[in-house]
T-cell receptor, first 112, second 108 residues
Framework: DTGVSQDPRHKITKRGQNVTFRCDPISEHNRLYWYRQTLGQGPEFLTYFQNEAQLEKSRLLSDRFSAERPKGSFSTLEIQRTEQGDSAMYLC??????????FGPGTRLTVL | AQRVTQPEKLLSVFKGAPVELKCNYSYSGSPELFWYVQYSRQRLQLLLRHISRESIKGFTADLNKGETSFHLKKPFAQEEDSAMYYCALRYNTDKLIFGTGTRLQVFP
């Protein structure tokens, strides 16, 4: 297991298109988190799962954003009708409950 | 609201000089504080957490509840310490609240 992986690493899309990102956590980790990081800022929490249950969503997560973790393993984050303001690095992390969060390399989204 | 403040965007020192990266937080309860580091072209990784009270790569950080601070210190900086450093807070739920980060540059 090489750690948390994310796919794709880069995504360029046009405004109004839908995009989907995937995160594969460390295999034994039951918690999975999504963060967003914009230039000059630290990561901002979006949502997290324990197994397949989505336990918390940030107010940053508008109706255009949806995240799933259907089998309690990998997770997807979908953004519908992308806007230029959605351009950011999307980070995924995983952990055992209450333990250290391990981050993936991120997916860089550019909305033209 | 819970907040983490890192007042310095950039800290530049020469090799061998002491380093202190500042972190202040706002939270009335008992938070858990972390330092994460991101080296060039690498992913964000945990450097240390206050409950461990350990030294990693020569770095230490002490939680000062009176001053609500968790400053990161190293007595003698090395060039390989050059990176982006983020202070983070965890409370109640499992999410992390990050500061805006400080870029440490260590010159030879």
């Amino acid at each position: 297991d090489t750690g948390v992986s994310q796919d794709p690493r880069h995504k360029i899309t046009k405004r109004g298109q839908n995009v989907t990102f995937r995160c594969d956590p460390i295999s034994e980790h039951n918690r999975l988190y999504w963060y967003r990081q914009t230039l000059g800022q630290g990561p901002e929490f979006l949502t997290y799962f324990q197994n397949e249950a989505q336990l918390e969503k940030s107010r940053l997560l508008s109706d255009r954003f949806s995240a799933e973790r259907p089998k309690g393993s990998f997770s997807t984050l979908e953004i519908q009708r992308t806007e230029q303001g959605d351009s950011a690095m999307y980070l995924c992390a995983s952990s055992l409950a209450g333990d250290t969060q391990y981050f993936g390399p991120g997916t860089r989204l550019t909305v033209l | 609201a819970q907040r983490v403040t890192q007042p310095e965007k950039l800290l530049s020192v020469f090799k061998g000089a002491p380093v202190e990266l500042k972190c202040n937080y706002s939270y009335s309860g008992s938070p858990e504080l972390f330092w994460y580091v991101q080296y060039s072209r690498q992913r964000l990784q945990l450097l240390l957490r206050h409950i461990s009270r350990e030294s990693i790569k020569g770095f230490t950080a002490d939680l000062n509840k009176g001053e609500t601070s968790f400053h990161l210190k190293k007595p003698f900086a090395q060039e390989e310490d050059s990176a982006m450093y983020y202070c983070a807070l965890r409370y109640n739920t499992d999410k992390l609240i990050f500061g805006t980060g400080t870029r440490l540059q260590v010159f030879p």
